[in-house]
């Protein structure tokens, strides 16, 4: 059987909270290890998807909806910096 690579975290808590920790293994009938590691990866999964998305009122809702079916116009500084871009992108043939 291969070895399982794993990596090592530490940290200093109050005894107050390992006793709480402790209380609320006990319960779940798992390991303290198992059950912070567990708690860990559940925080930092929910911390990720909401950073990963964006809530919108009904009304931005609405707004971004027609802002994709109906774009505005560029503006002159928009067109002016496209034509900067392509300029400097243009290949010689």
Sequence with gaps: MPAVSTARLEARISPELQQLLKRAAEIE???LTDF??????EAAQKTIEQADVIR???QDQQRFADALLAPPSPSPALKR???RHDKLLRTEQ
């Design 29 to 31: 009938g798992r390991t």
């Design 36 to 41: 912070v590691v567990s708690a860990v990866q």
């Design 56 to 58: 919108l009122s009904l």
């Design 81 to 83: 910096a496209m034509a």
